[in-house]
Nanobody, 120 residues
Framework: QVLLVESGGGLVQAGGSLRLSCVASGREFRISDMAWWRQTPGKQRERIARVTTGGRTDYADSVKDRFTISRDNAKNTAYLQMNKVEPRDTGIYYC??????????????WGQGTQVTVSS
């Protein structure tokens, strides 16, 4: 069982920066891939960044070269550094944990979401 608690959302002007944090409970964090997803009303939730247990990262094209995902296993925390934000970045950002205790087991855990609004 992984409980995810997010913080850092809010209002920001286009071109500015914002840093989101996701604190996870339990020892499961270090064996979970972590990701950030974004939800816009009327549209499907989209994965925008992911960091694996081994530290490999990948990004949606819309945020490449602007956002950076990272993790601190000692603090059970994942981060999303958002730079040069744009109005299209507006949405609810969700932290996600992909927990793989064994090769045949896989569990999904979601944070409550945090609102990010970018003004033009």
């Amino acid at each position: 069982q992984v409980l995810l608690v997010e913080s850092g959302g809010g209002l920001v002007q286009a071109g500015g920066s914002l840093r989101l944090s996701c604190v996870a409970s339990g020892r499961e964090f270090r064996i979970s891939d972590m990701a950030w997803w974004r939800q816009t009303p009327g549209k499907q939730r989209e994965r925008i960044a992911r960091v694996t247990t081994g530290g490999r990262t990948d990004y949606a094209d819309s945020v490449k070269d602007r956002f950076t995902i990272s993790r601190d296993n000692a603090k059970n925390t994942a981060y999303l550094q958002m730079n040069k934000v744009e109005p299209r970045d507006t949405g609810i950002y969700y932290c996600h944990a992909d927990y793989r205790p064994t090769i045949d087991e896989r569990y999904d855990y979601w944070g409550q979401g945090t609102q990010v609004t970018v003004s033009s």
